[in-house]
């Protein structure tokens, strides 16, 4: 089944700096990948996301790189803010049509980014 | 994106009890999905469910165990079953967006077993 490493697991930063999370996967399959937020307390929630056939996508203070040739993706934050620290989770997931067309994702360990004022 | 909801939010149980987690969305959707979070770890997928037929359990996890139901498009429940501490975590559930890839969850149910 597919694996999914994320590093590092704990990120410190000062506020304005950026913020860098990589996550490595083993199924050469797999062809959406999320990146989800969860807050302490709360759930996780859907921050942004890339198909594997696109190399790089832009929300705001927030990117997302993919290469398919080495299996990678990473997360990256400019400008953070206080209210960027949370667990950040990557995951990997394949279309099975064993399950109807849903995606089925597998979540790498998750990064506690705290950011200092 | 759908709205869910869980119940109960929280409980502390016995060990060798049971306990049934509901969860309901606002809109139909296919599949739903189990999720286990322990105390500081990842997400780890428990089982997928679909209404009208069994559900679809991943290594680690049997039906003995965790019993699920789906009765409609729109509900479904995750019982915990003859529980022990290392059952201590938080539950979720989670259904497919609109275009079929992303997830959205529940807000979870913390489980203590005692």
């Known amino acids: 089944g597919e694996n999914v490493e994320q590093h590092p697991s704990t990120l410190s930063v000062q506020e304005g700096d950026s913020a860098v999370i990589k996550c490595t996967y083993s199924?050469?399959?797999?062809?959406?990948f999320p990146w989800y937020k969860q807050e302490l307390g709360k759930r996780p929630q859907l921050i942004i996301d890339?198909?594997?056939?696109?190399g790089e996508k832009k929300d705001q203070r927030i990117a997302v790189t993919l290469n398919k040739t080495a299996k990678h993706f990473s997360l990256h934050i400019t400008e953070t803010q206080p209210e960027d620290s949370a667990v950040y989770f990557c995951a990997a997931s394949i279309n099975t049509s064993g399950s109807g067309g849903s995606y089925i994702p597998t979540f790498g360990r998750g990064t506690s980014l705290i950011v200092h004022p | 994106s759908a709205v869910i909801s869980q119940k109960p939010s929280r409980d502390i149980c016995q060990r060798g009890t049971s306990l049934t987690i509901q969860c309901q969305v606002d809109s139909q959707v296919t599949m739903m999905f189990w999720y286990r979070q322990q105390p500081g770890q990842s997400l780890t997928l428990i089982a997928t469910a679909n209404q009208g037929s069994e559900a679809t359990y991943e290594s680690g996890f049997v039906i003995d165990k965790f019993p699920i139901s789906r009765p409609n498009l729109t509900f479904s429940t995750l019982t915990v079953s003859n529980m022990s501490p290392e059952d201590s975590s938080i539950y979720l559930c989670s259904v497919p967006g609109t275009g079929g890839a992303e997830q959205y969850f529940g807000p979870g149910t913390r489980l203590t077993v005692t």
């Open positions: 890339i198909r594997s056939n696109v």
């Open positions: 199924d050469s399959a797999s062809n959406y």
